[in-house]
């Protein structure tokens, strides 16, 4: 079992940055494979962006290619980086993760496929 906890999240600016982590009860680097997804009122919950167990290979979600960023760079933390959001990024973010078998590296925004999830972080953009 793993739980996940996000923060970073908050109200910022069109065109501003903001980072958003994800901690892990337990070493999660090579064991999982993680997602950060987001769901807005009344919109259906949307990939953002995963990582493979070891962050050798990343996908994004076709609204934030190219202003998104998912990393990990420690045993227990995952995190997005978010340049130039707009309104429409306003969103509960949420942390994912999904446990990889044996030769599996699982990596994908399919939220049916993630084992465990985190409670959310508020990110709020205004125009």
């Known amino acids: 079992q793993v739980q996940l906890v996000e923060s970073g999240g908050g109200s910022v600016q069109a065109g501003k940055s903001l980072r958003v982590s994800c901690a892990a009860s337990?070493?999660?680097?090579?064991?999982?494979?993680m997602a950060w997804f987001r769901q807005a009122p009344g919109k259906e919950r949307e990939g953002v962006a995963a990582?493979?167990?070891?962050?050798?290979?990343t996908m994004y979600g076709d609204s934030v290619k190219g202003r998104f960023t998912i990393y990990r760079d420690s045993a227990r933390m995952v995190y997005l980086q978010m340049n130039s959001l707009k309104s429409e990024d306003t969103a509960m973010y949420y942390c994912?993760?999904?446990?990889?078998?044996?030769?599996?590296?699982?990596?994908?925004?399919?939220?049916?496929?993630?084992?465990?999830w985190g409670q959310g972080t508020q990110v709020t953009v205004s125009s």
């Open positions: 990582i493979s167990t070891r962050g050798g290979r």
């Open positions: 994912a993760a999904q446990a990889a078998g044996l030769g599996d590296d699982c990596l994908g925004l399919e939220h049916q496929a993630f084992d465990y």
């Open positions: 337990t070493y999660i680097y090579g064991a999982y494979c």
